[in-house]
């Protein structure tokens, strides 16, 4: 049973290939937005088929045969709409909003499609904040990924919560709020990845974005037809210098980065409950591009699950291998058409026109993630391309590109053998995940969170990842490596210096809590021909 939770976002539908052209250029699915429209094409057909996504917010869309606000429009068709964790009443709670987040992900418009537009969505109005708060909120977050018989694989969160609510005092960001600690605990027992909308201006929603598990969204704006520069309103940078106002209370303490990955934001057609289009801006509509990938992803691993594909396993599911893979795809620095850097197709910069190489994440081993650009642009061509090759362990050399979900015992280190040499200044990306182990407090041993239950930090181990040449044994000497001591995301965009055979050594450097480490890790590089 696996799922990925994803906070904010878009998504879109299924095209004909004369559609195709139309929302094709400038658009935030086109080739130079994720590039999703032609996995919707012959011969991917990936639409999200018979796969549950969910979306959690204060309102809902409105259900075609339910509420008079979509009497005149069935471009979305939820699956089932809940007020917390009961049934939507007809009328009540349906919010333009969550209309257009939902759009992003399932609208099935001929003209406007979502990124999945055959996925099944299951939505939950948490209600007005004024009479709901954390404890509401995780349990209609907790009903959503019940739902589909337990089989959710992504939900969308495109709201927050403001620390000024938060019942702790003198609350910061420091992972440890009611409603962090509910998406960090629900993504490892729901197997869901969460992605939630970065936090987006000063005083902003910035409750849940200090969790670990999740995936969190900053977005882009458009120049000469292609999202590739993170919008100037994402409330996203280091800035915790000494006597800043903002530390603890809009970033994350400690230096722990709050950006995952970064998707189209700015100027997104959107249709209203009216069937009538508008444009908006935010990290609400750039969370849903990412939770509707998650859908074509699942639903290719589970065509390939279907003929017993080799290298294909129910592990395919798990919430961190959607993550490794989403984020180890995603785009940097546009190739120069060489594939020497992994054919990438866009260069991303950041506010103030840095590129990765700028970037201290590019510098320091120690920072996997950049302040603004996360690990990168979501791309979901590219992610179905790094998902493809299926999952390889390291009893046998692995190829060029592929993924892998699997343990580490304490003090050990795991070893994958690539097949080929890699190619002297060709990149390799490399990205390792693991979840922070939160645990309920079960107090009627229901094995289900309720409205008087907490939840227990049992903090992170800590992994470490290096790239390591093999040709000389008798020296070996780690070429790149990613050494954060405060994340669960280990990272390695590096260079290779010299025709040669590498291996990816995993490591456990620290046991904090238990002595088995589950972790997923997901590669891609440039084999010598």
Same mark, same amino acid.
């Given at each position: 049973m696996n799922k990925i939770w994803i906070i904010c976002g878009l998504g879109v539908s299924c095209l004909t290939v004369p559609v195709l052209a139309s929302v094709q250029f400038g658009s935030s699915l086109g080739s130079g937005g994720i590039d999703v429209l032609k996995l919707h094409q012959?011969?991917?057909?990936?639409?999200?088929?018979?796969?549950?996504?969910?979306q959690v917010e204060i309102g809902r869309p409105g259900m075609f045969g339910l509420d008079k606000a979509v009497s005149k429009n069935r471009a979305i068709s939820p699956v089932a709409v809940f007020f917390g964790t009961t049934l939507a009443k007809s009328n009540s709670g349906v919010d333009p909003h969550a209309y257009n987040v939902a759009a992003v992900m399932v609208s099935q418009d001929k003209a406007w499609p979502g990124v999945a537009p055959d996925a099944r969505l299951y939505s939950s109005a948490v209600g007005s904040t004024k009479n709901m708060g954390q404890p509401e909120e995780c349990l209609s977050t907790q009903h959503i990924a019940l739902q589909n018989s337990g089989d959710v694989r992504a939900i969308n969160f495109s709201f927050g919560e403001p620390l000024n609510r938060d019942p702790r005092p003198e609350a910061v960001l420091d992972g440890q709020a009611l409603l962090t600690l509910c998406i960090d605990w629900s993504s490892r027992v729901h197997d869901v990845v969460y992605a939630i909308a970065g936090n987006q201006g000063k005083g902003g929603i910035p409750i849940p974005t200090d969790n670990f598990n999740g995936i969190n969204v900053a977005f882009s704006s458009l120049r000469a037809g292609i999202f590739n520069k993170v919008h100037v309103s994402n409330l996203a940078g280091n800035n915790q210098g000494v006597g800043n106002r903002l530390v603890g209370k809009e970033f994350n303490i400690g230096g722990r980065r709050s950006i995952s990955l970064v998707a189209p934001g700015s100027n997104i057609p959107l249709l209203n409950p009216d069937g009538k289009l508008n444009k908006s801006t935010g990290s609400s509509f750039a969370a849903p591009h990412v939770t509707a990938t998650v859908a074509l992803l699942q639903e290719f691993a589970d065509r390939q699950l279907r003929i017993k594909q080799p290298n294909w396993t129910i592990d395919a599911r798990n919430h961190q291998v959607m993550k490794a893979v989403l984020l180890n795809s995603a785009d940097k620095i546009q190739d120069r058409g060489d594939g020497l850097w992994l054919g990438m197709t866009r260069t991303l910069v950041d506010k103030q026109n840095r590129d990765w190489f700028a970037s201290d994440a590019y510098k320091y081993a120690k920072i996997p993630l950049d302040d603004q650009m996360g690990i990168g642009h979501?791309?979901? &061509?590219?992610?179905? !391309?790094? &998902?493809?090759?299926? !999952?390889?362990q390291p009893a046998t050399s692995i190829p060029a590109i592929g993924w892998d979900y699997n343990t580490i015992n304490t003090a050990s280190s795991v070893e994958y053998t690539l097949a080929k040499p890699l190619k002297h200044n060709s990149f390799v990306a490399i990205t390792l995940t693991w979840d922070r182990l939160v645990e309920l407090e079960d107090k009627n041993k229901n094995q289900e969170y309720d409205v008087n239950e907490s939840f227990i930090d049992k903090r992170l181990n800590n992994l470490d990842l290096d790239l390591v040449k093999v040709d000389d044994l008798t020296t070996e000497v780690a070429t790149c490596s990613s050494l954060s001591e405060i994340d669960n995301v280990e990272h390695i965009f590096c260079p290779i210096p010299a025709n040669g055979n590498y291996k990816i050594r995993v490591r456990f450097k620290e046991q904090v809590n238990e002595p088995t480490q589950a972790y997923s890790l997901a590669w891609w590089t440039v084999a010598v021909n």
């Open positions: 012959p011969p991917y057909n990936l639409t999200g088929s018979k796969i549950a996504i969910g979501l791309n979901a &061509f590219r992610a179905y !391309q790094q &998902f493809l090759p299926g !999952q390889w």
